[in-house]
């Protein structure tokens, strides 16, 4: 089960000749725009400056072209409603042993749970659920966080019963991160499953979506990896119903397209597919790259890795556009966004140690490619205003020469052509605008308007989506420069937590972020302003942007504006307008009680006080391994300091070194239910009175 064809089909006979067509269709016209910026630009006498602006323009030229071609394929695939090239089979289930994989990282369970039982219920109803078995993978390197996901966990398998194939468990050591943290369970369990799928936090997908993966691949033994296109839902904030509109309607389109290009050579999300444990154990463990710094170290953007290691020894992968019942949320401000990309801007240049590495075929090499052009394109294009600005202040400040080579009869008059430049920026709005129109033709087509509130408000929020779209590029160009030089040099950053829910941006907060952009766009603005008025104009989309960003970031992270659009019935989406029954369930899960405590206290103070918290904590951990004495007096210490000073006094990793002893946090737990001294009242509340020698409630026996 681990070789697999050396090459499929899918890449011999289709893959090619669409990567060479693609490949002359965004050449070709970088080129010629290139060539007719030289044409535009007055002065003859900078021909260093000028070539530069060239070769800028006609490489940010060919990189929107991209999107125009994959869009334009994938408006054609789904106007004639071709099928996928894999064989589709009868909806049979099977006896394939399917593992649902959900990896956190100091998150809140209680919305975990909820989601994983909203899709353990669905599986129920599609008739799955027999073949399935869930794991809550934990790299929680918080004390308080680690507790509430096992009192979360608990509650989950109370609900759902003694029965319930749903696992829990936290690794000690947080190596690799996600990608670590599957291996380390396909290391230990992936052998018992022929499939897992991975699901982020924030995933959800029906069981009848699951189902049809899992009759996906057992019907295509030649497929690794299928990757399903998440629908984006649950967005109240103005910022992120905006996001999730434009997702939901140019998604689809976008997805048909890269599933034309690249065929059985497709794209790999990281979460919401179906993989193939054998393979992905045998091809997909991942290399440590030599070196210092942020090219050097763990692979962090391991998903694109993951899908070239698979189609390097023989597997395709495949992108399912069509395949519906597969949803995730997104960030709900500007600011969380940029955060989130400040992580995948650094793993996706780290893959410039990738590119020409051996064996990848040549649509993943473009994958990498793609990937790290999504930022290093911000790059260019603030090189391009850099030099544009350039090239205006040395018009102005340096007199024109009209004999720019000796022995010449006839002066050379600088000419400008307005009428040119218009046209080139009309016809570079166009290249970005076409998706959007196929959008919406194929949404009247294929009748989907309604799910969008209607012909009406469908064509009102793309108009009010591409307004602050425009605002946010040049805001998102600006941040992504600085991402890229601040990798190039170097410079690392901290993979934590995603934000999730509502959330909002303070205005001190949004100062902070903006203002710097905001002082660059006031003293830039005001210099080409003096020294060449007309070509401010030509600027102020950029620099206005910039200028407004502080207070249009704090507008859109807000929830009011958003409820009142939706209101409206403005950037609503078909998942709203009729909302499937998985995300009922999740709404239902999400309103059930958990597990009942005896105590108020929470986290760290719960896994302590609480008998009932403290019994399932000790019944998860492993017997005490360390019996160094060293160790043993270490922590003895960590227990006398807590009695004496309370939990106040103990550091977050002292909190985790006596969390992963047992012996420490029973006897913690019985010391201080035995204190009656005034040192109690750093543990204990009004509700929560000490007895000498309190019985811990009956515990229903769970998996371990």
Known sequence: MSGGPRRGPASRYGGVWRGLLLAVLVLMPGVVAGEFLLQVLPHPGFTVLNDALAVVFGCLFGWISVGLWISLAGALLLLFRRRSRLKVPVATPGDARVALVVPVFREDP????????????????????????????????DADAWVEEEVAWAGLRARLGADARIYYRRRRLNIKRKSGNIADFCRRWGSQYRYMVVLDADSLMTGEALGRLVDLMEHNP??????????????????????????????????????????????????????????????????????????????????????????????????????EGSYEETPPTLLDELRRDRRWAQGNIQHTRLIFARGFVPL??????????????SLLWLAFLLLSTAEVILHVLIPPRYFPRAHVLFPVWPVWHPEWAAMLLWFTLAILFVPKLLAIALAIVNRRTRGFGGAG????????????????????????????????????????????????????????????????????GGLVYILSPSY??????????????IPVSVWLSRVGPGRKARDLGLFVTPEETDPPALLR??????????????????????????????????????????????????RQQLILTAIKDGPAALSASDRLRLLNDRDSVAALHWRVWALRTPRARYWLTDDMTPVDRPTPPPFVQMHH
């Open 110 to 141: 209680h919305p975990v749970c909820a989601r994983i039982e909203s899709v353990y219920r669905s599986l129920e109803a599609a008739g799955r659920l027999a073949q399935c078995d869930f794991f809550l993978l934990s790299d929680s390197n």
């Open 222 to 323: 030649s497929v690794g990896l299928i990757q399903t296109l998440p629908a984006a839902i649950h967005q109240n904030t103005l910022f992120g119903r905006v996001q999730q509109f434009a997702s939901r309607l140019y998604g689809p389109v976008f997805a048909a397209g890269l599933h034309f290009w690249h065929m059985g050579e497709g794209h790999y999300w990281g979460h919401n597919a179906i993989i193939r444990v054998a393979p992905f154990v045998h091809h997909c463990a991942l290399p440590r790259l030599p070196g210092s710094g942020a090219f050097g170290g763990e692979i962090m953007s391991h998903d694109f890795v993951e899908a070239a290691l698979l189609r390097r020894a023989g597997w395709e992968v495949w992108l399912e556009p069509a395949l």
């Open 364 to 377: 993943h090499r473009v994958v990498f490619a793609n990937g790290i052009m999504s930022y290093g394109s």
């Open 457 to 524: 408000r469908l064509l009102a929020g793309v108009f009010a989506e591409s307004l602050v779209s425009s605002l946010l590029a040049p805001v998102r160009m600006l941040f992504h420069t600085v991402f890229v030089i601040s990798v190039l040099i170097g410079r690392k950053t901290q993979w934590g937590p995603q934000a999730r829910g509502d959330a909002s941006t303070g205005w001190r907060e949004a100062a902070r972020h903006h203002g710097p952009g905001t002082a660059l766009a006031i003293t830039w």
């Open 536 to 549: 401010f104009w030509w600027l102020l989309p950029v620099m206005g942007a910039w200028v407004v960003a």
């Open 585 to 634: 369930l999740y709404r239902q899960a999400l309103a059930a009680p958990g597990l009942a405590r005896c105590t108020a206290a929470r986290g760290f103070l719960a896994a302590i006080i609480d008998p009932g918290v403290n019994a399932l904590h000790c019944a998860l951990l492993r017997p005490s391994e360390s019996r160094h004495e060293g160790m043993v007096l270490s």
